[in-house]
């Protein structure tokens, strides 16, 4: 579940739930896991808030006032097919689910919502446009944001100087191969000598951090991560 949630950290969503009980408290689980959550009370004020925010996803409710949920996504669905949405809905209202189908919605999440189960629903959807996510495991619960270089351990960032974060950022793009020490150099210090120093202790810094022993020093050429397990494309 932890990496479910560091994929949505940079995201918005749009929830749309009459119900102002229900809004809240879910609204502040949303809060736990997206980057900023619109709410909506409506149908006509969550289709408002889509066309100003133009959100990562839509968690709507399939009962609301003014326009239900079915007729917002229809309304959405007829200029856009991107983005991802999701159907709250009460075991009373599974029938409407097939009226549903036909509109492209992404999945359906029945009340009482489990929270792992959200986060899944939400990643899964998302993933039908935005396929490369950029979120990389380097260990068990250590991961790697490739699109905002930040590195997390059981879900909280660990600081990286500058330095650290283009070796790791180097080291992780080439995964499959050795990086040389002259290669690292160039990268790092592009305009100063060479320093084997240098470079060793950025290694072992960055070896600390991560708290896994998973840069190999190859010697007398330079280093590589260990992509025997979690590494492997």
């Known amino acids: 579940m932890i990496r479910n949630m560091l994929l949505l950290k940079d995201k918005t969503v749009l929830f749309a739930e009459d119900d102002s009980i229900t809004r809240h408290q879910m609204g502040d689980v949303l809060k736990m896991i997206f980057h900023r959550v619109h709410t909506a009370e409506d149908g006509e004020e969550a289709y408002r808030l889509y066309e100003d925010e133009a959100p990562h996803v839509i968690i709507t409710d399939i009962k609301m006032p003014k326009r239900d949920g079915l007729s917002l996504v229809k309304q959405i669905r007829q200029n856009d097919y991107d983005t991802p949405i999701i159907i709250l809905t009460s075991f009373a209202e599974q029938e409407l689910l097939l009226h549903a189908a036909n509109l492209s919605i992404d999945?359906?999440?029945?009340?009482?919502?489990?929270?792992?189960?959200?986060?899944?629903?939400?990643?899964?959807a998302i993933q039908r446009t935005d396929k490369d996510m950029g979120l990389i495991p380097l260990g068990k619960r250590l991961y790697y944001n490739s699109a905002t270089r930040e590195l997390y351990l059981n879900g909280t960032v660990i600081s990286l100087g500058v330095k650290e974060q283009d070796l790791l950022a180097l080291?992780?793009?080439?995964?499959?191969?050795?990086?040389?020490?002259?290669?690292i150099g160039k990268a790092l210090w592009p305009l100063d000598p060479i320093c084997d120093s240098a470079i060793k202790n950025i290694v072992l810094r960055v070896r600390k951090k991560l708290e896994l022993d998973i840069?190999?020093?190859?010697?007398?050429?330079?280093?590589r991560l260990d992509t025997r397990e979690t590494l492997r494309t």
């Open 171 to 183: 080291l992780i793009e080439n995964r499959h191969k050795t990086v040389t020490k002259e290669e």
């Open 215 to 223: 840069i190999i020093s190859v010697r007398g050429i330079g280093y």
């Open 107 to 124: 999945g359906y999440l029945v009340k009482p919502v489990d929270l792992d189960k959200l986060t899944r629903t939400i990643c899964k």
